[in-house]
């Protein structure tokens, strides 16, 4: 009998996986930090872990460039299923696979309600090279229209 079809792999996890769960960061991950940390020596200001109330989703982008209207996520490849690095957990399958798939489908909603809203989403992978991360999100910047520009002041 798989582990799938155990009953008791429905069960949520053990207190001592939900704390250790507890402890994982939301923000100021190393990734984060680092990408964060090239971008200011770039000259670039942004907001941190700021919630935006769209129609439809309430993304928490960890970085967000308001003028620019450009909102960066660096995913964790366990949490968003890095197709390089992710894998399925072996214990406790039936918790698990759901939870992650609804990181993906939130991942998705957020995204579409973002460019509704006029916003270009950036998804950098935790794995990434910091400095190619920060590149290409500055290259995403720059690319930003003037007329954009404008028109959010």
Partial sequence: MSHRSNP???TPPTPGRSRNMAAIRRRDTKPER?????????GKRYR???????EGARPRPDILFTR???AVFVDGCFWHCCPEHGRQPSVNG?????KLERNIARDRNADAALQDAGWTVVRVWEHEDPGDAAEHILSVLEAASPEQRRTRR
């Fill in 8 to 10: 008791e792999s429905l």
């Fill in 94 to 98: 039936g918790y698990w696979g759901p």
């Fill in 48 to 54: 941190v872990d700021v919630r935006l109330d769209l």
């Fill in 68 to 70: 620019a209207r450009v």
């Fill in 34 to 42: 680092a990408i964060r940390s090239l971008l200011h020596a770039a």
